[in-house]
Nanobody, 115 residues
Framework: QVQLVESGGGLVQAGGSLRLSCAAS????????MGWYRQVPGKQFELVAG???????NYADSVEGRFTISRDGAKNTVFLQMNSLKPEDTAVYYC?????????WGQGTQVTVSS
């Protein structure tokens, strides 16, 4: 069974940067979407950034211009470069890789931004 393994979370000061990675443990065919979501306790689960198989990207307004999503399609790996981090970016971040038949989720990685 395919699993997504996330890495790169941690503690950083405001204004700093982190790079999240998410790699699939096996092959996923016909991938059409990769994305990063986040969960803040008491707040709605939200899409932070997404990228389609065609390379189109979209971002939450709150991260536009600061975060960049990228992918290595051959390796079923997706990245999230997070710059100019703010305390309100503190959350558990989850990756998702979706194909035409299935969707897979990472286990979540904590990102904490101190002021």
């Amino acid at each position: 069974q395919v699993q997504l393994v996330e890495s790169g979370g941690g503690l950083v000061q405001a204004g700093g940067s982190l790079r999240l990675s998410c790699a699939a443990s096996g092959s996923i065919f016909s991938v059409n979407f990769m994305g990063w979501y986040r969960q803040v306790p008491g707040k709605q689960f939200e899409l932070v950034a997404g990228i389609t198989s065609g390379g189109n990207t979209n971002y939450a307004d709150s991260v536009e211009g600061r975060f960049t999503i990228s992918r290595d399609g051959a390796k079923n790996t997706v990245f999230l470069q997070m710059n100019s981090l703010k305390p309100e970016d503190t959350a558990v971040y989850y990756c998702k890789i979706a194909s035409t038949s299935s969707a897979y989720w990472g286990q979540g990685t904590q990102v904490t931004v101190s002021s």
